[in-house]
């Protein structure tokens, strides 16, 4: 007989509306890693939910070293060693690393505070497990890798030794990914067995021993990694063979869509200009991708040009309309479409139904209302195309809390919005964050598309692959500034790289350094 | 030509939304009577700490208390009396609240536009409507303050609106000392509209006469079609969708291209507005007089209880409104028995412990239902979408699981 350390059995979890979990069984050996993988709305995250006490299964047996136990709440899955980083992190933005840490656990003495001991406990774990944290450092102020690695300390504090990850990775910079594969693989060698959601079929071959695969709130089944290849997953997981998508020839014309000259912006964190300088165009019919380490400006240059920021200087023109001043109501009309970065700041309502959710930007349309009344009719009518049209998985069709969605619906929402705007100009921010393999590979096809239509195609991503993939063209931008522009036909991801860390600039962006601005 | 048909419930009405409008609706209920047995059991401590006990008294003050308001046409019309400023100061808290903002500034709002309305009736000679405009734009003016130190620096509206609510008070009182011709007859009181002008009194048709009580005006009347108004706009309108978008998540909202600065300030100046019209359809009901106040006036955080046990809704402000009413009306019939002093407190216990057993029920309907979790109990939003004090509670999940971490 296996050694299991968890075991839940048949578990059956309903939502109005849909069978999240249905029957799944889902064994964890002691000192593996199990990956659980499956589309958006899956019902991986509930099912994980499920065992960290979140939600109630309506069926089905937890087991924990062959007993049955009864996690009613989170406190019961601390006690019994269950420990969770959720999709969506849940720290207090105001308090800082160490507060966050050790916030439910607090030592006290007297009921006072005793942070000395506790600081030295964290730093050790920090250390042993080669977590670096910026102790003092407030979690509004670091970036997300660190935030992650701070909720891994908050579980290593509780000295959690069942570790659950939902979909850590799909966050964090290629670095960063490669850096929490390390931690997980020396939190295993520590005795911790870690559960693990992911939507990239190498990361789970790379370091996962088992996975778990669920469709539509079914398990499909569980197999070794070690006998299976990406395309064996993938098919089970989607049902159909994923083909790599068609790029097709580049289709970019004269006509420029947007052109940003000399733009700069100041950054919210230091001194210094997060957007230095920098001048561009898209052009009609191309991807433009912009590749860069995350926190090089990248996210400072959309909100400067998509009007969430105020920006220092320079102009910003689209459609041979300067928009550099104007509202971003204007912006939008004018022709910019934009899929945000954080989709829970920026990109959704939360408390909003799905309907209004996706009328956000035609509500105020004619049509849509008339002499200044909602029409509602329309937008249900609207909405329920949009739902139809891009595959949007809920519980309750139209009238779903945008909050209660799963995360990758969430995500397809905001793009069938932006994408039906019909903009001449999509600014596309990591939009396949979070999304399995199937619905990225829609997304994808879905911007070639756009741009086959003869929209410019502004995209923003961490990810090389994907910048390989899709665009047309690449610049890279190192510390505020583009250092490159290259062909994705013509270059490598090593080349890429280099260009990404600062270790080479092209010479014909060296030379914008030099005239000084005012 | 305008449609017509945002009357008509669009599609078939979903089932979890009655869900919730039921649930809203129990929780109300119930939560008012844990605030009246609150009260009874504090009149039966009383006696009980008393030298001489008598539990005959509070089981006559509780008897006397609920038929009160049924023993003649004058107590009767007196709960609609009372119940239309409160309509409207919980129509002002309330709408604030859907924009995501605490109008604490009522009271303040609510005595500019008393003052005004009868510096309009005594100085101007106005129409009592016009006096009601008046009303409405110094409660507006006053609104608005915050509401522009919100848009424009982010101070939080909370602050500025407290310390309006003393200004704007003291403000009032200067203005009456300097403007004689207000108070000919007694110093600290402003002239009986009666002789004053009795144009400007709101109009009875009547009825005062006729049912022999000078507390039915047209004031109701104005207050449930402000309420239905501000209903329509809210639920029907693009303006109310952008309030409701602002107050859930104004970052998508900018993001959207709403101008959530012009927004809020809009919010401020209409929530502002309706606590002004509250004044002036107090003090042009001919039935009191502005006296020079040192403390701030109850009406307007009245509002704040009615707005609360309505979930912030206009329509359901409309009977909350009227059940403070008759709570207040009902007041007077424990006179003889109990102090003037004892039935505020009974008064106020009701409310408030009103107000905090719903607020408690929320929270424990929360973690009831993580650790619970039932069949029929998943829905996770039915608080988020009803607009209370938005700062006051978590308005994500997020901080709710850390505090069940925290125990
Ligand atoms: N609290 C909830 N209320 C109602 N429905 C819910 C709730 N949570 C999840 N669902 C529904 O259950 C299904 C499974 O959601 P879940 O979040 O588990 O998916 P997932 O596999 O984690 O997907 P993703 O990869 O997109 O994060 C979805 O259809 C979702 O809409
Ligand atoms: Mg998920």
Redesign the interface.
């Known amino acids: 007989m296996e050694n299991y350390i968890i075991e839940m059995n048949n578990i059956r979890k309903e939502f109005p509306g849909v069978v999240a979990n249905d029957d799944i069984t889902l064994k964890l050996q002691k000192g593996e890693i199990h990956a659980l993988l499956g589309e958006n709305g899956a019902g991986k995250s509930t099912l994980m939910s499920i065992l960290f006490g979140l939600y109630t299964p309506d069926k089905g047996e937890i087991k924990k070293n062959g007993e049955v136990v009864n996690i009613k709440n989170p406190n019961d899955a601390n006690d019994l060693g269950i420990g969770m980083v959720h999709q969506h992190f849940k720290l207090v933005e105001v308090f800082t690393v160490l507060e966050n840490i050790i916030l439910g656990a607090e030592p006290t003495n007297l009921g006072f505070l005793t942070t000395k001991e506790t600081r030295k406990k964290v730093i050790e774990l920090s250390e042993k497990f080669n977590l670096r944290v910026d102790i003092d450092a407030k979690i509004e102020d670091i970036s997300v890798g660190m935030q992650q690695r701070v909720e891994i300390l908050k579980m290593l504090y509780r000295e959690n030794e069942i570790l659950i990850f939902d979909e850590p990775t799909a966050v964090l910079t290629p670095q960063e990914i490669e850096e929490l594969m390390k931690i997980m693989r020396v939190l295993i060698k520590e005795g911790k067995s870690i559960l693990f959601i992911s939507h990239k079929l190498n990361e789970i071959m790379s370091v996962s021993d088992r996975v778990t695969v669920l469709r539509k709130g079914k398990g499909i089944g569980t197999v070794n990694v070690k006998d299976t290849n990406i395309n064996q997953l993938s098919e089970m997981m989607v049902g159909r063979k994923i083909e790599g998508i068609e790029k097709g020839k580049n289709k970019a014309s004269n006509e420029v869509i947007l052109k940003v000259e000399n733009l700069v912006v100041p950054s919210k964190i230091h001194k210094n200009n997060a957007v230095n300088d920098i001048s561009f165009e898209v052009k009609a019919g191309e991807i433009l991708c912009i590749a860069g380490i995350e926190g090089n400006g990248q996210s400072e240059l959309v909100y400067g040009l998509t009007g969430l920021e105020k920006i220092t200087s320079g102009k910003v023109t689209l459609l041979d309309k300067d928009i550099t001043n104007k509202s971003i109501r204007e912006r939008n009309l004018t022709g910019l479409s934009h899929i945000p970065e954080d989709r829970h700041k920026f990109g959704l309502v939360l408390d909003f139904k799905l309907k209004y959710n996706l009328t956000l930007k035609k509500y105020f349309q004619e049509g849509f209302q008339n002499h200044g009344f909602i029409n509602e009719e329309m937008i249900k009518k609207h909405s329920e195309r949009l739902i139809k049209e891009y595959d949007i998985r809920s519980g309750r069709g139209a009238n779903t809390i945008a909050r209660s969605m799963s995360g990758g619906n969430q995500q397809k929402a905001i793009i069938a919005r932006e994408i039906d705007c019909e903009s001449k100009l999509l600014v596309a921010v990591q939009p396949t964050r979070g999304l399995d393999v199937g619905a990225i590979e829609n997304i994808h096809k879905t911007l070639v598309l756009e741009r086959d239509k003869g929209k410019g195609v502004l995209l923003i991503s961490l990810e090389l692959e994907e910048v390989l993939d899709i665009s047309d063209r690449i610049l890279v931008m190192y510390n505020g500034k583009i250092v490159a522009e290259l062909d994705p036909d013509q270059t490598t991801f090593q080349e890429i790289g280099l260009y990404m860390v600062g270790a080479k600039i092209q010479d014909k962006f060296k030379a914008t350094e030099v005239p000084a601005n005012d | 030509m ?2 017509f ?2 009357w008509k419930k ?2 078939k009405t ?1 089932k ?2 009655n869900k919730d409008k039921e649930y809203a609706f129990l929780s109300a209920v119930i939560s008012i009577v844990v605030g009246l047995l609150v009260a009874i059991m504090l009149l039966f401590l009383l006696e009980l700490v008393a030298p001489n006990s008598d539990f005959s008294k509070p089981i006559l003050g509780i008897k006397k208390y609920f038929t009160y308001s049924f023993t003649s046409t004058s107590t009767f019309f007196k709960i609609f009396y009372n119940a239309a400023p409160l309509m409207l100061t919980g129509l002002a808290v309330g709408f604030a609240f859907k924009a995501g903002l605490f109008n604490i500034g009522a009271t303040g709002q609510y005595a500019f536009g008393a003052f005004f309305a009868l510096v309009a009736a005594i100085l101007w000679q106005f129409p009592w409507w016009a006096a009601l405009l008046v009303s409405i734009v110094a409660g507006a003016i006053w609104g608005v303050i915050p509401g522009l130190f919100k848009a424009f620096f982010n101070i939080n509206e909370v602050i500025t609106s407290i310390m309006l609510n003393w200004a704007g008070l003291y403000l009032a009182n200067l203005l009456f000392y300097n403007l004689p011709a207000m108070h000919t007859v007694l110093p600290n009181r402003t002239d009986n509209l009666a002789f004053a002008n009795p144009s400007a009194i709101l109009p009875n048709f009547g009825l005062n006469q006729l049912l022999n009580t000078s507390y039915i005006n047209i004031g109701i009347i104005i207050a449930i079609v402000v309420a239905v108004i501000i209903y329509i706009v809210l639920e ?6 952008e309030i ?2 602002c107050g ?2 104004r ?9 959530t600065k012009s927004t809020i300030i809009f919010t401020m100046l209409i929530s502002g507005g309706l606590a002004g019209l509250a004044g002036g359809i107090v003090y042009l009901a001919g039935t009191v007089e502005f006296t020079v106040e040192s403390h701030l006036l109850a009406m307007g955080f009245n509002g704040i209880p009615v707005a609360l046990l309505a979930y912030s809704q206009p329509l359901a402000i409309i009977a909350t409104s009227i059940f403070i009413g008759f709570l207040e009306s009902s007041g007077s019939g424990l006179q003889g028995l109990y102090s003037y002093e004892m039935t505020s407190v009974i008064l106020s216990v009701i409310i408030y412990f009103s107000a905090f057993a719903l607020i408690v029920g929320h929270f424990i309907k929360k973690i009831l239902k ?6 029929n109990d ?4 039915t608080s ?2 009803l607009g209370i004090v938005p700062e006051a509670k978590p308005r994500d ?3 709710i ?2 505090k ?4």
Do not use: C
Not at chain 2, 378 to 381: F, G, I, P, S, V
């Open positions: 305008i449609d048909k945002f669009s599609s979903d979890k939304d029907k309108t693009v303006f109310g969708y409701k978008a859930a998540n970052n998508a909202s900018l993001f959207a291209g709403i101008k993580r650790r619970k979790n039932s069949k998943q829905d996770n939003e988020s979408d999940d997020e901080q699981d850390q069940e971490v925290v125990e």
